[in-house]
C-alpha cells in the first residue's frame, strides 16, 4: 500500500458478517466527522482483497467466526502496520480484551443484543467515535507523519524500559526529560511515570506531587488546554526553563483505577500538547507498558554491564520483537549504564561495551558513564539541580547529552573520553 500524506478525515473500514450489525456502525457514522466510513465487507476475505484499495486508517473487525477477528488483527499489524485494527466485541472479560491487544489492536468497542424478538445491536456511539480517533492517532503518531486527526503538531514518545531493576532506568528517565528541557528552549517536554505502585521519579525530580495520573483517570479521553495546565504538574528550572511531569498515583492502591484505555487515551491526547513524552516504566511488560511500547518512537533498553542485566535484556528483546504484539522493531535501540570510565573504574570482572553491542542486533543510542558524584546528588536530593545544570557538571550527564544527540534531538557532545573533542553517538544502521 502506498505511502501517502494522509487528510484530515479517519479513512475506515470495517468486516462485519452480520448485515444488521454492519448496519447500526453505518448508522452511527453516518455524520461522526472527521470519520469516513469508506468501504463495507463481509468477511476476513473480502477485507484482505479490498484493503490496499481501500486504503484505511482503521479498520473496525466484528462478528467474524471463532477466532477470525483476532487473526485479521495479527495480519493487519504485520503486513499493514499503518492500519489501526480495532475489534467490535461481544466478550467483556478482561482475558478477551488482554488476547485483542496481543494480537495488535489498537482498540475494543463493546457489543450488546437488545432482548425481544428484534435482537438489535447496541453500541455506544461515543465509545465507538473514541476508539476509532485513537487508534487512528496511534498509529500516525508511531508512523511519524506529524499532524493528528485535528491538525495540531503531535509529540514524539520516548519509552524508558529494562527487563531488570536496579539498572537506572528511572534515573536515566528523569535526566533525560530535564536534560531535553534545557536543550530545548522552546520545546514543551511531559515526564510521565507507568511505574504505578512504587515510583521513585518524584524524588529524584525533587517534587511533591499535587495532581498524579489518577486524577485524569476519568478524564483521560477528554483532554483539553485547562486540563493539562491545571492538573499536569510543573517543574521549574534553570534559565527559565520548564520541565512537566505526570507522576504516579501518590497511593498504591490507586494504581488499579488506571487501566489501559486509560493510558491509550493519555498518550494519544498528551502529544497534542507537548513535543517529547518520556515515558518511564515498570520491568514486568503489563498491559499498560505495552501500550506504551507500542506507541513509541523511541525505546530505550537499558542494561548495565553485568551478566544478569544482559542476559534479561536478550529476553526482553525476544518477546518485543514478536509481531504480534505490533512494537516497531525500528524504535529500539540500547543503552548502557553504569560504564567504566578512566575517571572511575567499576569493579574488575565488568563486560566491556563491545562486547555487550556485539551480543544484540541493536543501534547503540549510548553510553552512560558510572558516576560516584551523581549518585551522591541522588541521595543527597540535589539531582534536580545537577540535571538541569551544564552536562559538565556530572560526567553522568555527557552521556545522557550524546543519547539526546544520537537521537536527533540535541546538538553534538563534547566528551570528556575523548579529549572534549566534539563528537556525535551515532546510531549503527
Request: proline share 6%; net charge neutral.
Amino acid at each position: 500500500m502506498a505511502s501517502r500524506e494522509r487528510p484530515l478525515r479517519i479513512r475506515t473500514m470495517l468486516v462485519a458478517g452480520d448485515k444488521a450489525l454492519a448496519e447500526a456502525v453505518q448508522l452511527l457514522l453516518a455524520d461522526a466527522f472527521p470519520i469516513e466510513l469508506v468501504e463495507i465487507v463481509a468477511s476476513a476475505q473480502q477485507c484482505r482483497r479490498m484493503l490496499p484499495e481501500a486504503d484505511p486508517d482503521v479498520l473496525l473487525i466484528a462478528d467474524l467466526p471463532g477466532a477470525g477477528a483476532f487473526q485479521l488483527a495479527r495480519e493487519v499489524a504485520l503486513n499493514w502496520p499503518e492500519v489501526a485494527a480495532v475489534i467490535l466485541s461481544g466478550a467483556e472479560t478482561a482475558d478477551a480484551f488482554r488476547a485483542a491487544f496481543a494480537a495488535g489492536a489498537r482498540g475494543v468497542v463493546k457489543l450488546g443484543r437488545q432482548s425481544g424478538p428484534a435482537a438489535a445491536w447496541v453500541i455506544s456511539r461515543e465509545e465507538l467515535e473514541t476508539q476509532i480517533n485513537q487508534a487512528a492517532e496511534l498509529v500516525r503518531i508511531r508512523s511519524g507523519r506529524g499532524p493528528s486527526a485535528d491538525g495540531q503538531l503531535t509529540g514524539r514518545v520516548i519509552v524508558i524500559y529494562s527487563a531488570k531493576g536496579g539498572v537506572g532506568k528511572s534515573l536515566i528517565a528523569a535526566s533525560l526529560a530535564q536534560r531535553l528541557a534545557m536543550l530545548n528552549p522552546a520545546g514543551r517536554i511531559l515526564l510521565m511515570d507507568l511505574n504505578l505502585q512504587f515510583s521513585t521519579l518524584p524524588i529524584l525530580a525533587n517534587l511533591e506531587p499535587a495532581h498524579t495520573i489518577f486524577d485524569l483517570v476519568p478524564i483521560a479521553a477528554e483532554l483539553n488546554q485547562r486540563v493539562v495546565n491545571d492538573l499536569i504538574q510543573r517543574k521549574e528550572l534553570p534559565e527559565q526553563r520548564t520541565l512537566y511531569i505526570l507522576p504516579a498515583p501518590n497511593e498504591p492502591r490507586q494504581a488499579d483505577q488506571v487501566g489501559q484505555e486509560h493510558v491509550q487515551a493519555l498518550l494519544t491526547g498528551l502529544r497534542r500538547y507537548f513535543n517529547f513524552l518520556v515515558v518511564d516504566t515498570t520491568s514486568v511488560i503489563s498491559d499498560l507498558t505495552l501500550t506504551a511500547l507500542q506507541a513509541a518512537q523511541h525505546i530505550l533498553l537499558v542494561c548495565i554491564p553485568d551478566v544478569l542485566s544482559i542476559s534479561q535484556i536478550g529476553a526482553a528483546l525476544r518477546l518485543l520483537r514478536d509481531p504480534q504484539l505490533g512494537i516497531p522493531r525500528d524504535a529500539l535501540g540500547l543503552v548502557i549504564n553504569q560504564v567504566a570510565d578512566k575517571a572511575n573504574r567499576r569493579p574488575a570482572g565488568e563486560i566491556p561495551t563491545e562486547t555487550i553491542q556485539s551480543l544484540f542486533d541493536l543501534p547503540l543510542l549510548g553510553q552512560v558513564p558510572f558516576d560516584p558524584d551523581y549518585a551522591r546528588a541522588l541521595t543527597g536530593g540535589t539531582l534536580a539541580t545537577g540535571i538541569a545544570a551544564a552536562a559538565q557538571t556530572y560526567r553522568a550527564l555527557v552521556g545522557i547529552d550524546g543519547i539526546i544527540a544520537s537521537l536527533g534531538y540535541g546538538p553534538p557532545v563534547a566528551s570528556p573520553q575523548d579529549g572534549g573533542r566534539s563528537r556525535l553517538l551515532r546510531a549503527r544502521a
